[in-house]
Each structure stands twice: as structure tokens, then as C-alpha cells.
């Protein structure tokens, strides 16, 4: 049976019905990075642990990707079922800012300093049927939980 | 140490060359700065070289000739051109060699680059999911920058309409139709707020400078151009850059910020000394974000100096006087000795109907490219 699995373990809490993303904090400098990853970019050290950084955030900047990707592109599309999709990075509580596709895709619907929220959401179909997740981000739903 | 001068250019024109492969066109721009030089191949010491998708450069030696000179790869992605330079600015400093040449060249498929993650130290899923692209990056970085320093879109399209009236001007460049503002802006939006014609396309081409101790330079040209300082800087911890799936809290310099303070430490000569200058622009956004981050304003000026004019051939900041990327493509490993070529032409005086007139005598180039480094030259008559 088909099952639901994260595009690389360990990017965001999954399965879950509250997901969030995962970075890494420093233990030495206090740092937070995302992707997790067993080294500080800031101070050198090799001690990190993995941290939930939130799944709520602010646009920082975005744009939109009007074309399809060549590889390493990899999704169900075709060059004539592709959507313009937009990309931003957000602005997490720890001040760590992620890149990510955005589901609002025009100009007019996309404007700095906007909440967002995370999505996890289905993004491929694997060679073997399961549903390939990614994390995305949209605009906040008024007075959802934090 | 020794000072370090170019006394040869070579070019083959950036653009389309269908009969010619990447290191053909290499091999064309050093034959192109052999005579300029009064040299031949056999005279070259030492040669530094790269390309991205044209080929081993030492290869060059299979059509130039087997003469058992030292002859160095580089590959350093963008800042290639730049950082072959910067080795053979080295090697002459040193005093380990006199006389050497430095080529770069390059053949890439037509549309966007399509970079590995892997090659860059990043996981598959950040390119799989749409998130590697060069464009995506300048878009957003250029986005934000608007935002935080309130300038409007129509300076994008002003960038571009120079860089097309400047390749008009210059017989080698590969866009050499003038295109009004509002066309530009017009065009198919790509990365918003950048369309279609704010951004430069990878490209072929090739460039080579013959280099040499600046104490024998009068034997081999008249005109010799000094080579001040070369130097290529990386990223910081929390600076914003391309390939990179998030940012950190911190804020810190871009790396062109401090390879420029750097250059011009070493150099002795400041911004404000400058006469004509070449700045990395991959997209309109870019060269305005250059500006300042090479020093030559603030941030937030390069609205009204670009609005009136002065970063024009004829401005007190002359900026991409061949066009710059923008109406030559980028052919990444030839792109930087492309802008040095051009200092060299403006500071010969050999500019024709594009020279930047009373005498420029400083010139400055700069590279900026993934996953975040930055390349750049001072140099005098």
C-alpha cells in the first residue's frame, strides 16, 4: 500500500499532526542551522543537536519560479501541466531563515513580512507508488495555533 | 615583491560560435593576446586556466603547442576567470616566474544553468523540489534589497537599456541592438521583479591576458596596464547567498564587500579614484547592488545615479562600458577575463566609439558568483 514518506528524513517532524521543521542548535555558540547537520557553519564546533524550529514564520523575501526547472528538478509535472510556484525564504521564531516553495504563486498575493505558515504536502510519486512529502509554506490561516 | 603588469588581450567574442568548440575558442583568445603581446607560446612561462563546461584547459597546450611550460586548472566556479588571475598575479609577485599567460573559456547549453546539488555540498531534495536556481536567488536577494532601500523597478530596466546600448557600441559583444526601458520591463517576467532582458544568458566564449613582471613590461608594449591587487574572498557565516537552503540569524558582509575593501587596502587607491569600472551583472539587480557593495555609494544612491545617467559611458562612474554580462552572456569560466579585457581596452584608449572619454587611468573589475565568492582587480595605466 502506498504509504506517505518525507523527501529525506529528518528535514521536518513526520508522520505528525503538527509538523514542524528541524535544524540543528550548537551546543558551543548556540547557533541554529537548517538543514540539521553535525557541524557549526558559525563557530567550527562538532557538537550540534537536532532542535524543532516552529512551523510558523514571516516572508523575508520571495520571487516567482515562472518556468519549469531542468534537472535536478525532479516532480510529476510536464512542461504543460507545470504551475508557477512561488519561492521565499521565512523567517523562523529562532531568526533562522528557511528557502522554500510557496503555494501563492502570483505577485499580488505575496508581499514582505507576511505570516506564513508550514505545509507538508505530497510533491511526487515514487517508483514504488509512495507519496514523496516536501515541506511548503502559505500564507497564515488568521488565529491558528503558534 | 614584484609588481605585476598585463601587457596582452585576446578575445574571442562571447555569444554563439556553432563551428567552434569551448577550447577552441580558448585557444583563440590566447593566440589573440600572443601578438598583442609581441610574444609567441613557446616565450609562456607558466599558464593558469579554467572552464566549467569546455574542457581541461591544459588541453589548450594540444593546439598551442607542447612547449613543458607549468600549466595550472583552476576551477572556482564564477570567480574562475578571477581566481587564474589571481595565481598568476602570485606567481609573478613571487618572483618565481617573469612572463606567463592566463586563459579562460567556455561552451554552455543553451537556458538556465542546471547545477548538482552534490557538487555543491548540499542534499538532492533541495534541487529535486525546485529550490537550486541561480535566478531564483538574484530575484529574491534583488527583492528584498528594494524593499529595504526603496528602489524602484524602472531602475532595473534603466541597467539593462545601458547594457544594451553599450553592447551596440562595442563590435565584439553579443547583443548589439539597443532596447528601450519600457521593453524590457515589458518582457516576459522570469524571477519577478526580473524579466527576460534584465537577466544575461550563459554563453561561449573565450579571454586571455598575457601577464608579466612589471619591470620588463616596457620591452613587450607601450602601453602597459598594472595589475594593483587581485583578490578572491568566500562567503561569511551569515552572509546571504546563493545555494544556500536557509539563512543564519546573523547579518554579516558579502564577500564582495570585503574583497573590494581588501583590493583596495592592498591597491592604495580608493573607490572615489576609480574611472571606469566593470561589476558582475548577471541581472540588472545585481549591478545595482554591486555598486555599493564594491563601495563605489551607498546603499540606496544607485537610484538617482543610475536615473541620471552617471553610471553611463560618458557618467562619472562608468559601469560595463562593453555592456558587461548583460550583452556579452556569460561563458563562466572566460566571464571575469572578460572584464579585465575591457579595463585594459579603456585604459589603452582603444575603446572607439564606446571609450570613456579624458584619459580613464584606474580601472576596477568585479566577479560575484555561486555558491558565494567574489573576485576583483585594480589596475592603472
Known sequence: MAERVAIKEGLFTWPSDNPELIGSRCQ???ETAFPAQPDCRACSSRETHAVGIGNRGTLWTWTIQSFMPKTPYLSDETPESFRPYGVGYVEMPCGVRVEARLHENTPDALEIGMEMELVIEPFR?????????????????????? | MSEVAIIGIGLHPFGRTADMNGMQQGAAAVRAALPDAGLEWQDMQFAYGGSQDGGNADSLVNELGLTGLQFTNIWNGCATGGSSLHAAYSA??????????????????????????????????????????TTQFFAMKIQRYMHEHGIAREVLAKVAEKAFHNGSLTPHAWRQTPMPAEEIA?????????????????????AALIVCNADIARRFTQKPIYLKAAVVRTRYYGSFEVFSPSQAPAVAQAPTVTAARTAFELSGIGPEDVDVLQLQD???????????????????????LIMNGHTRIDGNMPINTDGGCLANGEPVGASGLRQVYEICVQLRGEGGARQVPNDPKVGYTHVYGAPGLSGVTVLTT
Open chain 2, 92 to 133: 609573478i609577485k613571487s618572483g618565481e616566474y617573469d612572463i606567463g599567460a592566463v586563459v579562460g573559456f567556455d561552451k554552455h547549453p543553451r537556458g538556465a544553468f542546471n547545477p548538482q546539488p552534490r557538487e555543491w555540498g548540499l542534499e538532492d531534495w533541495y534541487g529535486e523540489t525546485g529550490l537550486m536556481l
Open chain 2, 282 to 304: 548577471t541581472e540588472s539587480g545585481a549591478e545595482i547592488m554591486h555598486m555599493a557593495e564594491n563601495g563605489f555609494c551607498e546603499h540606496g544612491e544607485q537610484a538617482h
Open chain 2, 186 to 206: 515589458n518582457s516576459m517576467m522570469v524571477s519577478d521583479p526580473l524579466t527576460k532582458y534584465m537577466f544575461c544568458s550563459p554563453a561561449e566564449g573565450g
Open chain 1, 28 to 30: 558551543q555558540c548556540g
Open chain 1, 125 to 146: 510519486t515514487a517508483d514504488n507508488g509512495d507519496q514523496v512529502m516536501i515541506f511548503a509554506f502559505r500564507r497564515a490561516t488568521e488565529g491558528a495555533p503558534t
